[in-house]
C-alpha cells in the first residue's frame, strides 16, 4: 500500500514536471489509509510558578473534548522526576490537560510558546512540550 501511494506521489510529480507547473506541493504527511486515525505523541512538561521541586507521584491527565478523540489508552501518567510525561499515539484531537498536584492548582497552560485560554489543546497545532505550570494553594 505504502509502495503504491509512493509511485502515485512520483507520478504526479512527474505529470507537473512534464505539464511545466512551476511549484509543485507535495504533502509532508504519510497518506492515512481509509479510516486510519492520524496520532501524535505528546509530552506534557509541568512546573511550579516559583520554581519548586514537584511533590512526589504528581501526576498528569489527558481527556479527549470532541468525537474525534475516541477511547484513549493510559489517559493519566505519573511526572518523572523533570515534570515530564509522553503520551504515546494520542488521536489528533481536541484534549484537555490537568494536572494534578498536592497543594497547587493549575494556573495555565503553554503550546508553542503561547498562553492558551483554556485547558482545551488542539493537538492538529502541537507543539512539544505542551508546558503546565502550576501554583501554591492559598
Not at 507520478?11 to 507537473?16: D, G, K, Q
Not at 492515512?32 to 492520524?38: F, Q
Not at 485547558?119 to 502541537?126: F, I
Given at each position: 500500500?505504502k509502495r503504491?501511494?509512493?509511485?502515485?506521489?512520483?507520478?504526479?510529480?512527474?505529470?507537473?514536471?512534464?505539464?511545466?507547473?512551476?511549484?509543485?506541493?507535495?504533502?509532508?504527511?504519510?497518506p492515512?489509509?481509509?479510516?486510519?486515525?492520524?496520532?501524535?505523541?505528546?509530552?506534557?512538561?509541568?512546573?511550579?510558578q516559583?520554581?519548586?521541586?514537584?511533590?512526589?507521584?504528581?501526576?498528569?491527565?489527558?481527556?479527549?473534548?470532541?468525537?474525534?478523540?475516541g477511547?484513549?489508552?493510559?489517559?493519566?501518567?505519573?511526572?518523572?522526576?523533570?515534570?515530564?510525561?509522553?503520551?504515546?499515539?494520542?488521536?489528533?484531537c481536541?484534549v484537555?490537560?490537568?494536572?494534578?498536584?498536592?497543594g497547587?492548582?493549575?494556573?495555565?497552560?503553554?503550546?508553542n510558546?503561547?498562553?492558551?485560554?483554556?485547558?482545551a489543546?488542539?493537538?492538529r497545532?502541537?507543539?512539544?512540550?505542551?508546558?503546565?505550570?502550576?501554583?501554591?494553594?492559598?
Amino acid at each position: 500500500m505504502k509502495r503504491l501511494a509512493l509511485q502515485i506521489r512520483s507520478v504526479a510529480l512527474s505529470v507537473a514536471l512534464l505539464a511545466g507547473t512551476s511549484s509543485v506541493a507535495l504533502s509532508q504527511e504519510p497518506p492515512n489509509p481509509a479510516g486510519e486515525k492520524r496520532t501524535v505523541d505528546v509530552l506534557v512538561k509541568v512546573s511550579t510558578q516559583n520554581g519548586e521541586p514537584l511533590p512526589s507521584d504528581s501526576k498528569v491527565e489527558v481527556s479527549g473534548q470532541e468525537q474525534a478523540c475516541g477511547e484513549m489508552n493510559d489517559p493519566r501518567k505519573t511526572l518523572d522526576v523533570k515534570g515530564e510525561a509522553t503520551f504515546a499515539k494520542l488521536p489528533v484531537c481536541v484534549v484537555s490537560i490537568k494536572a494534578f498536584l498536592k497543594g497547587y492548582i493549575q494556573v495555565r497552560i503553554e503550546m508553542n510558546g503561547k498562553k492558551l485560554t483554556s485547558k482545551a489543546v488542539d493537538l492538529r497545532q502541537y507543539g512539544a512540550p505542551v508546558s503546565v505550570v502550576m501554583e501554591k494553594e492559598q
